[in-house]
């Protein structure tokens, strides 16, 4: 069974600049999350989608990050306009449903 | 407040120490506590799920268990592959099912 999909792996940005990240989630799954995690620390849940609707984005800097899931399966976060307090790794989880989650292998974003 | 709290932050052992690492909660309505495991420049790996409290899981070195507010993984005789971040999380009703995690606990252990 295929994972979760994230690219790219890499990416590096001047501050001000846009950037979005791509996550293709396993097949079948409803549930599906964006984490960021600043080196040293653990993850942060940014949004989650259930299907194509969004189930919490309350830790999403709205002014600045967008997300979205079109027909409930891959899904892309936006940066817009980076800041270099943004220099983290971007990762995608999806789940059945509630319950356990999948991570991909992460997108690491450097702003400079 | 950390609704999620792991101990030690970081843990050396040499090769064949067992060990215990912490995870406290303070949510009500658990609906499960889960243990991850993240490699350097890797997502968090799924270890066990521990559903309610007295339940334990066992995979190979590992052993995670569960009280009404903690939970431990524990390490018996590590090898030095078990060098990793251990991630808790956990799920509950009280937090609208979102998964919280805790900080980490970075192991290292030395041959």
């Known amino acids: 069974e295929a994972g979760v999909a994230q690219s790219p792996r890499y990416k590096i940005i001047e501050k001000r600049q846009s950037v979005a990240f791509w996550c293709n989630p396993i097949?079948?799954?409803?549930?599906l999350y964006w984490y960021q995690q600043i080196l040293g620390q653990g993850p942060k849940l940014l949004i989650q989608?259930?299907?194509?609707?969004?189930?919490?984005d309350s830790q999403l800097p709205k002014d600045r990050f967008s997300a979205e899931r079109l027909k409930g399966v891959d899904s892309t976060l936006k940066i817009q306009p980076a800041k270099l307090e943004d220099s983290a790794v971007y990762l995608c989880?999806?789940?059945?449903?509630?319950?356990?989650?999948?991570f991909g292998q992460g997108t690491r974003l450097t702003v400079v | 407040e950390d609704q999620v709290t792991q101990s030690p932050e970081a843990l050396r052992l040499q090769e064949g120490e067992s060990s215990s690492l912490n995870c406290s909660y303070t949510?009500?309505?658990?609906?499960?506590l889960f243990w991850y495991r993240q490699d350097p420049g890797k997502g968090p790996e799924f270890l066990f799920t521990?559903?309610?409290a007295g339940e334990e899981k066992e995979k190979e070195r590992l052993k995670a268990t569960l009280t009404k507010k903690e939970s431990f993984l524990h390490i018996t005789a590590p090898k030095p592959e078990d060098s990793a971040t251990y991630l808790c999380?956990?799920?509950?009703?009280?937090?609208?099912?979102?998964?919280?995690f805790g900080k980490g606990t970075r192991l290292h252990i030395l041959p």
């Open positions: 989880a999806s789940s059945l449903d509630l319950g356990i989650a999948f």
């Open positions: 521990l559903y309610s």
């Open positions: 097949s079948g799954h409803a549930t």
């Open positions: 949510v009500s309505g658990l609906r499960g």
């Open positions: 999380a956990v799920q509950a009703w009280d937090r609208d099912d979102k998964i919280i």
């Open positions: 989608f259930q299907n194509n609707g969004v189930v919490d």
